[in-house]
């Protein structure tokens, strides 16, 4: 490593110091490097906060490599301990929340690119299946979301009694459905199409209307309302969910 590499930050240059550009340049003026260097503060020994940050965007294969790792899996990289990842988990929730559409309580849902605009950020990087309910009024407005269940999609893991256990105690007169898809893919498989069938089938009997079933995947989603395959009565029509 060269001599400058190797020197605290605090005595570069100040025009070549991460913090000071940000500052004067705009953070858009930074390398992916010189960013996680400002969320990791420090470096290493005789190693600087952001040759650290070029070392684990070349372990991790990039920004979306990192994000995707585990508190574990970024603790196994030297110099990097619970601290740092704590920091990075944070900067990296922060920039999710940030691009995700607000769906706050009282939000109305008309259409599923709402709900797809909302969670894409939110859940694009996630590495196994996460199923959630959002539970809405008579106007579709959302009361609150709940996670239901986190890992490979089956109807042992998404039992409609868990569901609709929290539709009844919020008095919801309308739920959506959505879980990831981690391979990119939103085409739903067999057990997708089965699992919704018995959750509307459990709507029907208890008067909560499934309006509809997206499924995330990169950069696109399948809508079961959008592609018609929910089933009467209490089905939404059309991305233009009925009111």
Same mark, same amino acid.
């Given at each position: 490593?060269?001599?400058?590499?190797?020197?605290?930050?605090?005595?570069?240059?100040?025009?070549?110091?991460?913090?000071?550009?940000?500052?004067?340049?705009?953070?858009?003026? /930074?390398?992916?490097?010189? $960013? &996680?260097?400002?969320?990791?503060? *420090?470096? +290493?020994? @005789? %190693?600087?906060?952001?040759?650290?940050?070029m070392d684990l965007l070349k372990r991790l294969g990039g920004l979306q490599g990192l994000?995707?790792?585990?508190?574990?899996?970024?603790?196994?990289?030297?110099?990097?301990?619970?601290?740092?990842?704590?920091?990075?988990?944070?900067?990296?929730?922060?920039?999710?929340?940030a691009l995700s559409t607000p769906l706050t309580t009282g939000t109305v849902i008309t259409?599923?690119?709402?709900?797809?605009?909302?969670?894409?950020?939110?859940?694009?990087?996630?590495?196994?299946? /996460?199923?959630?309910?959002? $539970? &809405?009024?008579?106007?579709?407005? *959302?009361? +609150?979301? @709940? %996670?239901?269940?986190?890992?490979?999609?089956?109807?042992?893991?998404?039992?409609?009694?868990e569901v609709f256990n929290e539709a009844v105690r919020e008095s919801a007169a309308a739920?959506?459905?959505?879980?990831?898809?981690?391979?990119?893919?939103?085409?739903?498989?067999?057990?997708?199409?089965?699992?919704?069938?018995?959750?509307?089938?459990?709507?029907?009997?208890?008067?909560?209307?499934?309006?509809?079933?997206?499924?995330?995947?990169?950069?696109?989603?399948?809508?079961?309302?959008?592609?018609?395959?929910?089933?009467?009565?209490?089905?939404?029509?059309?991305?233009?969910?009925?009111?």
């Amino acid at each position: 490593m060269d001599e400058k590499a190797s020197k605290a930050i605090l005595h570069w240059p100040k025009g070549e110091r991460p913090r000071e550009r940000l500052l004067e340049e705009g953070p858009e003026s /930074l390398t992916e490097a010189q $960013l &996680l260097a400002i969320v990791l503060r *420090v470096g +290493r020994h @005789k %190693t600087s906060a952001v040759q650290v940050g070029m070392d684990l965007l070349k372990r991790l294969g990039g920004l979306q490599g990192l994000a995707n790792r585990s508190v574990q899996e970024l603790c196994a990289v030297p110099g990097i301990g619970p601290a740092k990842v704590a920091q990075i988990k944070a900067a990296i929730e922060l920039g999710k929340r940030a691009l995700s559409t607000p769906l706050t309580t009282g939000t109305v849902i008309t259409q599923s690119r709402t709900v797809f605009e909302h969670y894409y950020p939110l859940m694009r990087d996630l590495r196994r299946e /996460l199923f959630k309910v959002i $539970l &809405l009024d008579a106007k579709h407005a *959302v009361i +609150r979301e @709940k %996670t239901v269940s986190e890992g490979s999609l089956t109807s042992s893991l998404v039992h409609p009694r868990e569901v609709f256990n929290e539709a009844v105690r919020e008095s919801a007169a309308a739920v959506i459905f959505l879980h990831n898809h981690p391979s990119g893919d939103p085409k739903p498989s067999k057990e997708d199409r089965a699992l919704t069938a018995r959750l509307q089938e459990a709507g029907d009997i208890l008067g909560v209307q499934v309006l509809d079933h997206v499924i995330i995947g990169d950069g696109r989603y399948v809508s079961f309302a959008d592609e018609g395959w929910m089933s009467p009565p209490m089905a939404a029509l059309s991305s233009k969910y009925l009111r």
